[in-house]
């Protein structure tokens, strides 16, 4: 099998991450936020984040 480098590394980081219990758990807990609706949207999150970094309010 042939597969390009950033597939690869790509790959790589995938293994990574499942290896750790507890980004795994943050993953299943991530899933359940969302599949209940327990979202911030981009248009809520921009002014905290322009609040942040002392940049006006977008």
């Not at 219990?21 to 599949?35: G, I, Q, T, W």
């Not at 248009?43 to 905290?48: D, F, G, L, S, W």
Request: proline letters at 2%; charged letters at 30%.
């Amino acid at each position: 099998m042939i597969v390009s480098v950033a597939e690869w590394e790509s790959f790589q980081e995938t293994l990574e991450l499942l290896a750790d219990s507890e980004m795994r758990a943050d993953l299943v807990e991530a899933a359940a936020a969302e599949a209940r609706g327990d979202v911030t949207t981009e248009e809520e999150m921009a002014p905290v984040m322009a609040a942040r970094l002392g940049k006006a309010s977008a």
